[in-house]
């Protein structure tokens, strides 16, 4: 099967047949680095699986679908599933993650305090809007966060608003937070640097804190992995999502392998998920679909 890439075929795997639109990359080559995106317009998500979603949710956070999974009765389980292999992506890195505009939110939901989490000038950017999955790349731009209009915002917001928060991240469930932090808006944005041991945080922060925009082929090493999330929440816009991925080195197999494995997981997922009679068997089912837990070690090759 082929993968589709710009000026023709580019890539031949079998991992494609048979992957769900929501999960079919295109590939390219992009200022030095590998890229494969995921570009889904409004049709191309699958509506929620599971019933249960559209009734009320329980307070304990532990038994939320939303609180526990990111999980609602508008974006579905889909958009979890993004988050999951953007995980098994990076599996073997030392990730770091920058929310777009809801910084302090995420630290809150992080439980973090603001005042003790790295700060950067620059932000990456998928444009929803654009026609094509190409253009839609606008890189780094200058970072900006969320600052309230009532109650009157403190010193500190009005001083930090042109940052983004760059947070370490080691579990899953932490990355499921910073999808609430930003879930809430008609569009969002988080992005993972999944970093080798010849990188590293510190040298993150310092590229991502220049006074000239910075690329990302000058941040990314061998065996780097960058991932960022960019959903469209009102599937009524006309609007794309991008999963997008980028290395230094080819990755194609390990990229449509897992979105092969992801697609048979959700297929099965999806066929079970009308006979989940409660909430402790739906969560059973999506802890099975995230399968968190495996992403420990790298796919094989």
């Not at 469930?173 to 945080?201: C, H, K, P, W, Y």
Request: with cysteine; glycine share 6%.
């Amino acid at each position: 099967m082929i993968i589709t890439a710009r000026g023709g075929p580019k890539f031949s795997c079998a991992y494609h047949v048979g992957v769900l639109p929501f999960l079919r990359f295109h590939s390219d080559r992009q200022d030095g680095l590998y890229t494969y995106v995921a570009a889904v317009g409004d049709g191309d998500f699958p509506d929620p699986a599971w019933p249960g979603l559209y009734e009320p949710y329980p307070e304990d956070p532990a038994q939320s679908p939303y609180a526990r999974h990111g999980i609602n009765n508008a974006d579905g389980e889909a958009v979890a599933v993004w988050r999951a292999l953007t995980w098994a992506l990076t599996a073997g890195t030392d990730r770091y993650a920058s929310p777009s505009y809801y910084r302090d939110e995420a630290a809150r939901l992080l439980g973090r305090q603001v005042n003790e989490t790295a700060l950067v000038a620059w932000e990456y950017q998928i444009d929803p809007e654009a026609t094509d999955w190409l253009s839609a790349d606008r890189g780094f731009v200058p970072a900006r966060a969320c600052a309230p209009i009532r109650p009157e915002p403190t010193r500190c917001e009005r001083e930090h608003q042109g940052q983004a928060g760059l947070f370490p991240l080691t579990t899953f469930a932490e990355l499921t937070a910073m999808e609430r932090a930003v879930s809430g808006d008609v569009s969002s944005e988080i992005t993972v640097f999944g970093l080798s041991a010849r990188n590293s945080g510190e040298r993150l922060n310092h590229m991502l804190n220049q006074s000239v925009r910075p690329q990302l082929g000058d941040i990314l090493v061998p065996s780097d992995v960058f991932v960022d999330i960019s959903v469209v929440r009102d599937r009524f816009l006309g609007q794309t999502s991008h999963l997008t991925v980028k290395t230094a080195l080819p990755a194609a197999d390990r990229v449509f392998l897992w979105s092969r494995r992801y697609s048979e997981a959700y297929e099965r997922y999806r066929r079970h998920a009308q006979t989940l009679a409660s909430l402790s068997e739906f969560h059973v089912a999506v802890d099975a679909l995230m399968a968190a837990s495996q992403f420990d070690q790298p796919p094989p090759s």
